[in-house]
């Protein structure tokens, strides 16, 4: 229990190491929010996955900046003690931006449970102090790049790859990645670029042996999934459409797919996550932690989330070093046997190195009440 004092917004930059490209655009900087909250016992930290721009939700960075200086943070100082439990009831009057929320709870629970001393990991539930992880390959300007950044990410342990397809770059690209190597875990994303027309290139891309086919269609549409679900073999995972563990619900009712991808700051928070990974743990559903690029701090958070038994399926939880040339926290690092550290200090288990994150933030706000 805590009464939030303050909250700090700080927008930070940093360059990938090579630039993303998915079906809804190029990404060659991370631009990120981190959320500091002051405490009467003691700080926390938490990172909105949000971009620059709404192009993978509604959500963008100065949008969760406005509503958490205007809205989210004002509430939680007059909500006085709060636990993590309740910020998503105290924040629950307004609707949607979902990130924005996230990032706060997860800088409450990281607050409570640096003074309890205990991990995230451990206070999920966790069973595992290592989790199995991949990487998602953006679109490259050629099949060939592909390939060799594919061989690049195999040889370093990753244990399934997950490729970026869209209209025009899909079955070549899937098709020279597969015949390269015939046994790997291997996945593709279209990030909703397609639809019903396009069912012909569903059904080629049975061939390939996909692990499964994520987020084909646009994210409102959960009925259109279902209808592609029961005409392919390859297994559905949602992304997008997924943004609580009421849509979770809905998807598995319809059969929209047999695979969650789950993403903590897409479906509100940390709690609303578990939510999600306990029904499909009773529905027998695989799920894999999702993610966005984040810097060191959300990865810590995705680490403890993906240590709960559900999350049988590789995380796209990459090393530092797949993303940036230097992490906020610590490196995270990926081991020869496709696996990573569940970070076991309490709270997050890490902290933004203070040299680095000064060197990063371009802008800072501290919040107070009144
Ligand atoms: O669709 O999973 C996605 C990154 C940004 C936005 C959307 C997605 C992704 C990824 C990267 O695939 C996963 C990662 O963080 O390694
Ligand atoms: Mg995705």
């Known amino acids: 229990m805590s009464r939030v004092l303050a909250v700090e917004l700080r927008l930070v930059h940093l360059e990938l190491v090579r630039p993303f490209t998915t079906s809804f655009g190029t990404e ?52 006085g003690d709060v636990v993590p439990e309740g910020v998503a009831a105290a924040l629950g009057g307004y609707r949607g931006h979902r990130m924005a929320k996230s990032a706060l709870e997860m800088a409450i629970l990281d607050a409570q449970l640096r003074t309890e001393g205990r991990s995230m990991a451990s206070a999920f539930g966790g069973e595992r102090d290592r989790v199995p992880v991949g990487v ?3 679109i490259t300007p050629t099949v060939e790049e592909m390939v060799e950044q594919v061989a690049g990410y195999l040889a370093e342990g990753y244990q399934r790859i997950k490729l970026k397809i869209k209209p025009g770059f899909d079955l070549e690209p899937v098709g ?54 029961e005409r392919i073999e390859t297994s559905l995972c949602l992304d997008e459409s997924i943004r609580s563990e009421s849509d979770a619900r809905a998807a598995l009712e319809l059969g929209s797919c047999r695979i969650v991808n789950i993403k903590p700051g897409r479906v509100g928070g940390y709690l609303e996550a578990k939510r999600i990974h306990d029904l499909c743990l009773d529905a027998d559903v695989p799920v894999w932690c999702g993610g966005m690029l984040e810097t060191g701090l959300g990865r810590a958070g995705n680490l403890a989330l993906a240590s709960l038994p559900g999350f049988t399926l590789p995380g796209d939880i990459s090393a530092s ?50």
């Not at 390269?180 to 061939?207: G, H, Q, T």
Request: proline share 6%; net charge negative; charged share 30%.
């Open 28 to 79: 060659t900087m991370k631009e990120a929010i981190l959320v500091k909250v002051e405490t009467d016992v003691g700080e926390g930290w938490g990172e909105s996955v949000t971009g620059a721009d709404p192009a993978f939700s509604e959500e963008f960075n100065d949008d969760v900046w406005v509503v958490t200086r205007e809205f989210l943070a004002p509430t939680l100082f007059e909500s």
């Open 136 to 138: 998602s390959v953006g």
């Open 176 to 229: 020279a990645v597969r015949a390269a190597f015939p046994d790997i875990m291997l996945s593709v994303d279209a990030n909703a670029a397609y639809d019903r027309d396009d069912l012909e290139i569903f059904r080629s891309l049975d061939a390939f042996g996909l692990l499964m086919i994520e987020q084909p269609f646009h994210h409102e549409d959960l009925v259109d999934h279902a209808w592609l679900q």
């Open 321 to 370: 070093r797949r993303y940036f040339h230097e992490d906020l926290t610590e490196p995270f690092e990926v081991e020869a046997d496709g696996t990573m550290a569940v970070p076991q200090g309490p709270g997050l288990g890490v902290y933004p190195d203070e040299g680095r994150l000064e060197a990063r933030t371009s802008r800072v706000e501290r919040i107070e009440p009144g």
